[in-house]
């Protein structure tokens, strides 16, 4: 995700997107140079924290890598913020190839 990001910083600081990050992942993005609003960890709260954004209308789009053959150690809120992108009709991309298409239309 981080390498993801980095290698496409250019394009989300001249499009001027507002990154917001679980706290590890955001840490990561802040020693790289970027600038980003950092949540909780995700296991403390973060990806709530986000979908809670979501929910208000402040996220356009979701990249949440996640490793389908591994176990987060917060699932549920992994599942959480999935299902509420679907219910809020928010875009979301769980693998480089999806998050390659939502850079494109940027």
Excluded: W, Y
């Amino acid at each position: 995700m981080v390498a993801f990001i980095k290698d496409h910083a250019p394009l989300f600081q001249q499009k001027n997107i507002d990154l917001i990050a679980t706290g590890t992942t955001g840490s990561h993005l802040e020693r790289a140079g970027l600038e980003v609003m950092r949540m909780e960890s995700g296991p403390m709260g973060g990806d709530a924290q986000i979908a809670s954004r979501l929910v208000e209308g402040k996220v356009d789009m979701v990249i949440f890598f996640r490793d389908p053959l591994g176990k987060h150690p917060h699932e549920v809120d992994v599942n959480m913020l999935m299902r509420l992108c679907d219910v809020h009709n928010i875009p979301l991309a769980t693998n480089h190839a999806a998050a390659m298409r939502f850079v494109k239309t940027l």
